[in-house]
């Protein structure tokens, strides 16, 4: 069951989160052209997401007992990842269809991802004994 919920989450990901193929070439910081600024940010919203993906991940594990909290992470997640996609959507709407939509977009998720790498963060650090935390401490 968890992997058919990964890979699900993997494919909305894929699917929605990534507006431009062209993300997956090599980011040249010193490429100042507008494609070349939509690849790095393409490429830094892809260092967020692998970061978020990790940290899910590790939750995922300590829930491991837990099968009611996994199902609210999951929801949680869903939900977290529909509000970012639409969230990006509103905000880069001034400038779509234009040549800097990707970068602009691409920059909004990196901003969110990384506002939630830093929310599943501090549950992977709650101390043991903390009632407020529904992740458990690691071993």
């Known amino acids: ?3 058919t919920i990964l890979a699900s989450l993997t494919v909305c990901l894929a699917a929605f989160a990534v507006p431009s193929a062209g ?3 090599e980011c040249d ?3 100042q052209s507008q494609a070349g600024m939509d690849i790095c ?3 830094d ?5 692998a970061k978020l ?3 899910y991940e590790e939750i995922i594990k300590r829930l ?3 099968a009611d909290a996994r199902k609210l992470l999951q929801a949680s997640q869903r939900a977290w990842i529909a509000f970012r996609d639409a969230e990006c959507k509103f905000s880069s709407s001034g400038v779509e269809g234009g040549s800097a939509y990707p970068m602009v977009y691409a920059m909004c998720l990196r901003g969110l991802t990384d506002e939630r790498v830093v929310q599943l963060g501090a549950y992977l650090k709650c101390e043991e004994g903390d009632m407020s935390c529904p992740v458990p ?3």
């Open 1 to 3: 069951m968890r992997t």
């Open 23 to 25: 993300w997956s070439e």
């Open 29 to 31: 910081r010193n490429d």
């Open 41 to 43: 940010a393409g490429a």
């Open 45 to 49: 919203f892809q260092v967020a997401d």
């Open 53 to 55: 993906n990790a940290d």
């Open 64 to 66: 491991s007992d837990d």
């Open 137 to 139: 401490a690691a071993p």
